[in-house]
């Protein structure tokens, strides 16, 4: 029975290769694009659940309120984690991590930077699931001057993983004793470091200064722990280890909270300051999650529009198989069985088509996905899933309607057919098109936000701006910086390494008066720059003058943005106005500076976040040199730049950006999630395209003797035309009245997220609202058209 039920679909498909074509096709691509975004949202979920005791381990954040700014850090005090393990029995470990980006280490005979390098301990094991390939995860960071590297890493250095005993050289000549080699960190994990090298070689490592925040702090909790009793602990712990400190700042309405993150929860519900990683966004799994079921959606709304608009067509073989003896019960399964094949049919292809593209889907998405055997436990029954649910769907109103259909009646032909009257395939295109012409808004909205982002005026220039890092290698930076001054096409150059598009901070306070008082405190960046860091990133003072070599007093003086001399209630009369700032070390009077100028308002970090205070100080900083060029060949000129740095410095790797590139990958999340926005909503629409396209094809067959009719009734081609047209139009614009106001509501939403944004304007609305019915006419009327033009003789010859 089966077998006789496959081999009559197979004949009933081959004799409509058009609509077998397009319905196949059709929702190919549909399963096709939910597969690929299926991968990216189940990828960005999986983050950090690769290790076994994930559900346990939480991560500690410090939240503080301080000179009127409220900030939120993912790292805490040195002394916490020992305080943690030996005060709170429902803690069964801690680790604790310090990222260090600046440091250098030997390759051969040069010196190379390395940004993926952390401190550690052995304590780290016990909580990550990170497999030693060499070593005893047990002692492996315990001494001093130890290190743990990667398998790749090792390759990269030795051309080998047997690497226990060799040593690694930094630049300031100190030696770090491999002691163990563990395999590459999975990517989706929060951290996904190079080199682990040992805590109990740094200064700090027993530090007991609770002010001093710079530690990564983990906590692996006891099975049955309960995490929501402990977090309330941790205030009463603030309060007695900073004591009158913290009373103070209670007082002034500051306050310092430490809480908790999980996890798996880290990736996607965490943007906190001195992150280990850059996150994801959990808004971005839930646009894309609804964008995958409503693609999937529309290639069904299709496959389903497509089966009931050809059933009336099968009327007459429903009535001569009633005539001949089939059971109703036999026309349903024969009906299902058309509808499932044609969804295996699908299916297989769009695995196929998945599995092609996903390269090109991991290099538009910044991804590493691949068909591996987990995927495939997932995959397979997910797809067995949808092909029942969508064959069975699809089959069903056809399966049910039709063979309830009486011999006689149908024989007689009273059965009706036409477009007109099909108000279940009218919802469905109504629904299929609201669904694209949400996602067309959508889109436009999330590039016009994204090329807002690219054009603001930053209140800086990042362009023809050249950064060479690391510059305090050097045995003479500011040497560098004059010989490079010399060059043809240099404007100016300044050394620092707090750049507006860096990741380097350093938050601290100004006070108002000489008394170190929270209540008069700001937080506050504080810059490190030269004198000529101003006009080398094309800020504009609003007030004062910039630094000055020259002048002795400028050692002194200080230059801060808008936002801080609103903050400091100065804004109308800055100049001459006196901060202080401890000067860090005891016994030691408070240091007075004097402002000197104000400089305007700049972006120095997300479009997200809103412009916090900067105070800049003349004081010497070699991380980076900024070098603003007027030249016409960069590559060029990088040449003469890397010649001095090699004669300066020959064992030093020499390492540059741009700083517009800089900028640029700040926003990369954004970026890629409008390329892949754009990419689905066009599968969508074509997906909606091409159903709208064969039911116009149906209506038009429908109503062919109709338009013969009209034609010899002397009826011209664009009348004939805007009849078959005008019913399909009409749905659209339904579409695009419902569509349009859930879109600005979404979409209005998702632009709160940043503190600069750009206004919904009209004309996105009216613009996606023109092109949906453009799309759909230009789809329908190409049927029209080509019904409108056939011979009417054709359509009544046998009439």
């Not at 400091?568 to 016994?587: A, C, E, F």
């Not at 980076?624 to 790797?653: C, D, G, R």
């Amino acid at each position: 029975m089966l077998k006789n039920f496959i081999k009559i679909a197979f004949k009933g498909l081959l004799k409509n290769k058009a609509f077998t074509i397009v319905n196949i096709l059709g929702l190919a691509i549909g399963l096709a694009t939910c597969l690929l975004i299926m991968f990216f949202v189940i990828d960005e979920l999986s983050y950090d659940g690769f290790n076994t005791k994930a559900d346990r381990i939480y991560r500690v954040n410090m939240d503080l309120k301080y000179g009127g700014n409220v900030s939120s850090f993912a790292i805490t005090p040195p002394p916490l984690a020992a305080t943690l393990k030996s005060n709170f029995p429902e803690v069964e470990q801690v680790a604790r991590l310090i990222h260090d980006q600046g440091v250098r280490i030997k390759k051969g005979e040069e010196f190379i930077q390395e940004e993926k390098v952390v401190y550690a301990n052995s304590d780290l094991f016990s909580l990550f699931t990170l497999p030693l390939i060499e070593g005893d995860a047990k002692t492996a960071l315990t001494g001093p001057m130890t290190a743990v590297i990667t398998e790749s890493t090792a390759k990269r250095y030795f051309n080998d993983t047997h690497v226990t005993g060799r040593t690694l050289i930094l630049s300031n000549n100190t030696a770090y004793k491999i002691t163990g080699v563990i395999k590459d960190i999975p990517s989706q994990s929060h951290f996904n470091f190079d080199f682990f090298l040992s805590i109990a070689g740094r200064p700090d490592a027993n530090s007991t200064d609770w002010n001093n925040f710079s530690y990564t702090t983990y906590i692996l909790f006891k099975p049955g722990a309960n995490v929501q009793q402990f977090q309330s602990k941790l205030a009463g712990l603030m309060k007695t280890q900073l004591g009158e400190n913290y009373a103070r700042l209670e007082k002034s309405g500051n306050y310092f909270h430490l809480n908790l993150t999980p996890l798996t929860d880290i990736h996607l519900k965490s943007n906190r300051q001195y992150e280990l990683g850059t996150n994801s966004d959990a808004s971005y799994v839930y646009i894309f999650g609804a964008i995958a079921l409503f693609v999937l959606l529309i290639a069904c709304i299709n496959f389903m529009n497509m089966s009931t608009a050809r059933s009336a067509n099968r009327a007459r073989e429903v009535g001569v198989r009633k005539v001949l003896g089939s059971s109703r019960g036999y026309l349903i399964a024969q009906f299902l069985a058309e509808s499932v094949l044609l969804t295996i049919g699908a299916a297989i292809i769009a695995v196929l088509a998945a599995w092609a593209l996903l390269p090109l889907f991991n290099q538009v998405a910044g991804k590493h996905l691949a068909v591996t055997g987990q995927t495939v436990m997932w995959l397979l029954p997910a797809l067995l899933a949808i092909v029942l649910i969508v064959g069975v769907l699809a089959g069903s109103y056809p399966a049910f309607y039709l063979s309830a259909f009486q011999p006689i009646n149908v024989l007689k032909g009273k059965i009706a057919t036409g477009f007109k009257g099909g108000k279940l395939r009218n919802f469905l295109v109504v629904f299929q098109f609201a669904i694209s012409i949400f996602l067309i808004i959508g889109t436009i909205i999330v590039y016009n936000q994204l090329n807002y982002i690219q054009h603001k005026n930053l209140g800086f220039d990042r362009n023809q701006v050249l950064v060479i890092k690391n510059v305090d290698v050097l045995p003479n930076a500011k040497l560098f910086k004059q010989q490079v001054k010399q060059l043809a096409g240099v404007k100016s150059a300044s050394l620092s390494g707090f750049l507006p598009t860096g990741v380097v901070r350093q938050p601290d306070a100004v006070f108002r008066n000489k008394v170190a008082d929270p209540k008069n405190a700001l937080f506050t960046e504080i810059w490190p720059v030269d004198d000529d860091y101003l006009p080398t990133m094309g800020m504009d003072l609003a007030k004062g003058r910039n630094f000055s070599a020259q002048l002795i007093t400028d050692s002194s003086g200080v230059v801060i943005n808008q936002t801080a001399a609103r903050m400091l209630g100065i804004l109308n009369d800055p100049l001459g106005k006196t901060v202080y700032r401890p000067s860090g070390q005891p016994n030691q009077p408070i240091k007075e500076y004097h402002i000197i100028g104000v400089v305007k308002d700049f972006n120095f970090s997300s479009l997200r976040d809103n412009i916090t205070p900067v105070v800049m100080m003349l004081t010497d900083d070699k991380g980076a040199l900024s070098i603003k060029m007027n030249t016409k060949n960069p590559s060029a000129f990088i040449t003469q730049v890397e010649q001095l740095w090699t004669s300066l410095a020959p064992n030093q790797h020499f390492e540059y950006s741009f700083m517009d590139q800089d900028f640029d990958a700040a926003y990369r999340t954004e970026q890629r999630t409008g390329t892949l926005f754009l990419t689905f909503t066009s599968l969508a629409v074509i997906i909606a395209c091409l159903g709208l396209f064969s039911l116009a094809a149906y209506a038009a067959e429908q109503r062919n003797k109709e338009i013969g009719i009209r034609k010899v009734l002397g009826a011209s081609v664009s009348a004939i035309v805007g009849m078959l047209s005008k019913d399909f139009i009409k749905l659209v614009i339904i579409s695009f009245i419902i569509a349009a106001p859930l879109a600005c509501l979404a979409m209005y939403k998702w632009l709160q997220g940043f503190a600069y944004r750009q206004n919904i304007q009209w004309w996105v609305i009216v613009a996606a609202g023109i092109g949906a019915v453009t799309i759909a006419f230009v789809t329908i009327s190409a049927q029209s058209f080509k019904a409108a033009m056939s011979n009417p003789v054709d359509s009544l010859k046998n009439e």
